[in-house]
């Protein structure tokens, strides 16, 4: 009778738990992966960088194996922390992620390298980063850090003075104007610091805005000669 008794008390526990399963679509039990996986009794939580679904994702696995690597940290353990370093769409990803593709740190690798193997597939080319221009209302510090980031993502860039040469192409009129000396500048900090100073120059009107472009020389010539059209033709009508 024990043995049965305890058998059905089995029986109800599982009844229960797929009633939960059914009603929530949520099985927690698989919700750790590696319920044996243990950390070393020294390790310290390290704060990881996050991989939100852009960048290299080798990059980010690199960091993140050879941080847990020097603490001591097992491969279970990778992987049962790995979603901590995730963020939006990768967090979702992951925890959308097959079971079957999640059974060892090495499965895990190698869904996440497929995933995002086409971050490291597009690279910014050369004359990408020349069309980046300027837009209307953009600060000048803003330009500069969209560029550096295109540039960032180039095997081959260009060198800082050709960067720079780009940048002065690209930017509004008023500010190019001013500009133009800045593109001696030794290195991207210099020419940085100058952009800076210029700007807040122009806005505070201590270098001048370009003037309006004056009426062409034309359009005044023939408002004079309507004018005299006009007193030629009233001499005419009144004589005396």
Known sequence: ?????????????????????????????????????????KFRPIDFAKFDETGDQKVHLTGYIGALSMWGVEKDAMA??????LVGHALHWFTSLDERKKRSWEDIC???????????????????????????????????????AKAAQMKDRPSDRDQIRMIVRNLQPTLARHMVMAQACSDFKAFFDTGLAVEEAVQLGILDKPEPASKPKKDVDSKSMKSRFEIQQIRILRPF
């Open 1 to 41: 009778m024990v043995a049965v008794l305890a058998k059905l008390t089995q029986l109800e526990e599982s009844v229960a738990r797929n009633e939960k399963i059914t009603s929530t679509g949520f099985n927690i039990n698989k919700l750790c992966l590696f319920p044996n996986a243990k950390l070393p009794d």
């Open 80 to 85: 049962q922390m790995f979603s901590q370093t």
């Open 110 to 148: 190698a869904a996440f390298v497929a995933q995002y193997d086409y971050n490291i597939q597009l690279e910014v080319t050369t004359r990408e980063l020349e069309s980046t221009k300027m837009e209307a209302k953009e600060a000048f510090a803003d330009l500069v850090k969209r560029w550096r």
